[in-house]
């Protein structure tokens, strides 16, 4: 009786030290796909090798780490690892693939990207951030509209667009700041003076965009090989400039009749993507900026109107304010959403 308890218990140690080892020793490279980045080991869910887990690889009889990866498919028997492109020309068909948490998060780490990494582009506005109307002087245009502008969508159209972001791969951080020139935009209409045809006044009434400058701040949450995307806040300043001026044509002389500056500070919910190109340090960076501005902030700045301008005749009242007509016919806004699109280039430490 003892006899066949020793004899079971030595076939239930065997077993199990045969079980014990096989996960021990992991799993045996059956294929690797350079270009795809994967590499086919003949063992899966069974024996751990779940989706998401770390993977690390070995040479036979060797306990050199060479690369490691993550379980990107998993079946009962068999899996594929994914391993950056850089790593994979290391692994090798019969290599031995381990489950071995500590080591892999460390070596992914080391493999997921470099310690910094510096980002310059220009920011293409397909949908801009903000709004406004280039103006000019109704009564010049002899066409009484109950206000004094007639404005004309300018659409935030930037000229000058360029910017830059220093990244922290390995935290998933990445901090930047852009600088938008907006063109210049004038209209210029002439409009009798008195009685006599002769005599014109000329209005030229000028809708200047200052510097748009903003700042933001990602965090990238999901990692798709090359292609992150992240959520991030964006925070936009904007200024713009409407002046009016006007001068006698056969006299000469330039009389300015006024000046408003209109700011907008803009705080946006950002949703960035980025796709890099790695070749070597430097990159190509390619990717598209979805902004959604919420309503926490509003424009500033008062018009500045001379008291005498001479030969403008200004629309006011007590039912009627220049003032707000001219912001209102200004409408200086941010949008409902904005969308630009990234192209740069980078260069990792």
């Known amino acids: 009786m003892s006899k066949l308890l020793n004899k079971k218990t030595f076939a239930l140690t065997l077993f199990l030290s045969v ?10 490279v059956t294929k690797i796909r350079k270009k795809q980045g994967y590499v086919y080991i003949n063992q899966g869910v069974s024996s751990g090798f779940k989706s998401s887990e770390p993977v690390c690889f070995y040479p036979k009889n060797s306990s050199k780490r060479v690369a490691c990866g993550k379980v990107a498919k998993a079946k009962k028997k068999s899996a594929i690892v ?104 004038a209209n210029s209409s002439d409009y009798p003076l008195g009685a006599n045809p002769g005599d014109s006044n000329r209005v030229l009434t000028s809708t200047t ?86 309503p926490l902030f509003e424009g500033s700045g008062e018009p500045e109107i001379s008291e005498h301008p001479s030969g403008i005749a200004l629309i006011d009242g007590e039912d009627f304010s220049y003032s707000e007509d001219l912001k209102k016919s200004l409408a200086l806004s941010a949008g409902s959403f904005a969308l630009d699109l990234i192209v740069g280039a980078s260069y990792e430490f």
């Open 19 to 28: 079980l014990v080892s096989s996960v021990a020793f992991g799993a045996k």
């Open 82 to 185: 994914r391993v950056s492109k850089k790593r994979i020309k290391r692994v090798k068909k019969g290599y031995t693939a381990k489950l071995n948490s500590k080591e892999a998060q460390a070596q992914r780490r080391k493999s997921s990207g470099s310690s910094l990494k510096i980002v310059l582009f220009t920011n293409l506005g397909i949908v801009p951030t903000f709004t406004y109307n280039n103006l000019d002087w109704w009564p010049a245009l002899e066409v009484t509209e109950g206000t004094n502008w007639f404005g004309t969508q300018a659409g935030g159209n930037l000229t000058i667009n360029l910017g830059g972001e220093l990244q922290l791969p390995k935290m998933g951080f990445s901090v930047g700041g852009k600088v938008n020139i907006s063109g210049y935009a």
């Open 209 to 294: 965009p200052g510097l748009t400058v903003g700042v933001y701040l990602d965090y990238y949450l999901f990692k798709f090989g090359d292609l992150d995307l992240g959520l991030g806040l964006d925070f936009t300043m904007t200024n713009i400039e409407v002046s009016a001026e006007q001068s006698n044509l056969e006299a000469g002389g330039q009389d300015q009749a006024l000046n408003y500056p209109a700011s907008l500070n803009i705080l946006s919910l950002r949703v960035p993507s980025r796709y890099t190109l790695r070749l070597g340090n430097l990159g190509l960076v390619a990717g598209v900026d979805l902004l959604v501005p919420l």
